[in-house]
């Protein structure tokens, strides 16, 4: 909630402001003159700036501020034109001290296999299909654990397209858009076979890996074949606690990841952890299979290597794994820049279908779901 303004005061470097709290604030003339939202500055309709930036004096000075609407905004004449621009306390409120840019609530819950067993993952297919408020108990329930899972769905592609067109659209990739297999050894990647797969990020070598992945099973006679996920947020989380210089490093040596076959040759390198500004892990990429041949001086191959292996563990711990038989109707959709995923190996035939949906959309779908647009 944003607070009522008690009083302002124009100072050399800024205006001063006290909230009726008595906190004080302090903001930058330079910064307040940018944020201005006067028409000849801002398009209220976009809320995008027209102001040119770079054409202001940086040391620019607010010729006079006062209160307005009763506390509820601050005016301030400017000298290079726009009068009495009114800044909404709220805003005001909103920035009254500086942080990155990432610095907003966190909302994701880290887990480990005790922790998940307990959570609210499962949701009806029919339940998110019906409205808004379903598809937000969806995209709140992936934010939170990184991962949902949709029972008693339609075993059928159109499902899986049903559910991206919800969220955003489906991603195209060299796979296709929307995919639908069984095990065959035809194709180059190692997720079409039928052996196991160590828990993993899809597409380290893309430079905008899938945000989302769905995958249904519309098809299951077979032993095995169970899904693995465990949460790449927890080892990070594991990683910091116990091992600080393997955690470091996986912060910050970035790792080529490369995909060769069906006629491309893909690369992208990021490290296993990318960090935001506040030291939060935005990004988790790891993919052991899709690793791309590298070598670093010494002792940075030994201290990567060393991280790896410890990244890699825990990975594998059973102690940190969910771990489900789909059977047909079963929908997982999963956080591709949070969780890793597997599968134990079958024999038999197994029919999945799915697609990948970008981070921006989703992020997006669950903005408007939650804020509105
Ligand atoms: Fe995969």
Redesign the pocket.
Known sequence: MSKGIRSVQPEAAGLEIVWETGERASYPWLWLRDHATDPQSYDSRSGQRELYTAGLDPAIHGLAARLGAGGRTVEIDWPDGPQSVAYDAGFLWRFRSPAPATGQDDRRRPWDQAKIAEAPIELAYAEVAADDAGLRRLLETVEAWGFAVLTQTPAELASVAALAGKIGYVRETIFGGLWEFEANEARAD??YTPKT?RP???ATYSHDAPGL?ILLCLAYQAEGGDSLLVDGLEIGRRLAAAQPDEYATLGRIAIPGRYLGDGAHLAAERPVFRLGRDGRILQVSF?NYDRAPFRLPEPEMTALYRAIAAFDRLANDPALCWCRGLRPGDLLIFD?WRVL???TAFTGSRRMAGCYVNREDYESRLRILRDGA
Do not use: E, I, K, V
Request: glycine content about 8%; aromatic content about 0%.
């Open positions: 190692s997720a797969l993993h990020t899809d992945q993919n591709n995923h597997g599968r």
